[in-house]
């Protein structure tokens, strides 16, 4: 005889089964639930796709067959003398095959396509005129810039020539025992002054800011032109000429393009 089993052992007692209400039931139900809206999900998209597919089947078999007599437009075409094949026209000249079929599948509006076109035109001219307009910024800007450069450098080439001019006028008006200048800017500011020659500065720059009006080129020639006349010499040259004759003659000119 087989033994009793002890229901007050630790087989029995350990045992703790999930018993809240209810529970298993609610999972049943929500993947059910879950199924059935994959089920619905899938078919819908395959009710679609097949649509699409026998639309496009049934045009593609309407294309594929020939008019027939039961077509009334073939009929016509039949009565007036067309013959399978030939081309239209009274003279034959006319189109064979059928014009063809653009299906339009997209939901935009008839001309849509062509505006987006002229839209996508107008943006590519308008990028390229900014393109050709920034070029043209850049090409002025760099003309500009050499034109500037070029006239730093004949302002310098002119500042340092009218200072060797001062430099020599100085020199040869000292040799001629000429204490005073013609005018004060003929000769050159000495760096230092004592203060016995401070008194006299000022009274000198009284015509001193008379020149300020001329600009360096002018006080250039005036002052190039006295040392030509009242000491024969040029400073392009460097030279000191022995009389006007020898000047004119050995002299290429008074100005420094002369001398290039």
């Not at 006319?94 to 987006?116: C, Q, R, Y």
């Not at 393109?131 to 500037?148: G, L, P, T």
Request: proline share 3%.
């Amino acid at each position: 005889m087989a033994e009793e089993e002890d229901y007050m052992s630790d087989s029995f007692i350990n045992v703790q089964d999930d018993i809240r209400p209810g529970l298993p039931m609610l999972r049943q139900i929500r993947e059910a639930r879950r199924k059935e809206e994959k089920r619905q999900e899938a078919n819908l998209k395959n009710r679609q796709k097949s649509i699409k597919e026998e639309e496009q089947e049934r045009r593609d078999m309407g294309l594929k067959n020939a008019l027939g007599c039961e077509n009334k437009g073939f009929a016509l075409l039949q009565k007036m003398g067309y013959k399978s094949g030939q081309a239209l026209g009274k003279s034959g000249d006319g189109i064979v095959e059928p014009i063809p079929l653009n299906v339009k599948t997209g939901k935009s509006g008839i001309g849509h396509e062509t505006l987006l076109k002229r839209k996508a035109e107008e943006k590519l001219e308008s990028y390229r005129r900014k393109i050709h307009m920034k070029s043209q910024a850049e090409e002025r800007a760099a003309e500009q810039f050499r034109i500037r450069l070029k006239n730093k450098q004949d302002e310098m080439k002119l500042e340092g020539d009218l200072r060797r001019s001062q430099r020599a006028c100085q020199q040869l008006d000292t040799q001629k025992n000429i204490q005073v200048p013609r005018e004060a800017w003929y000769w050159l500011r000495p760096e230092e002054e004592t203060e016995e020659e401070a008194e006299e500065e000022k009274e000198q720059d009284e015509d001193e800011y008379k020149s300020e009006d001329l600009s360096v080129l002018e006080k250039l020639q005036i002052l190039t032109s006295y040392l030509r006349e009242e000491h024969l010499y040029c400073i392009w040259c460097g030279t000191a000429y022995e009389d006007k004759e020898d000047l004119s003659s050995n002299c290429p000119g008074p100005t420094s393009a002369d001398h290039d």
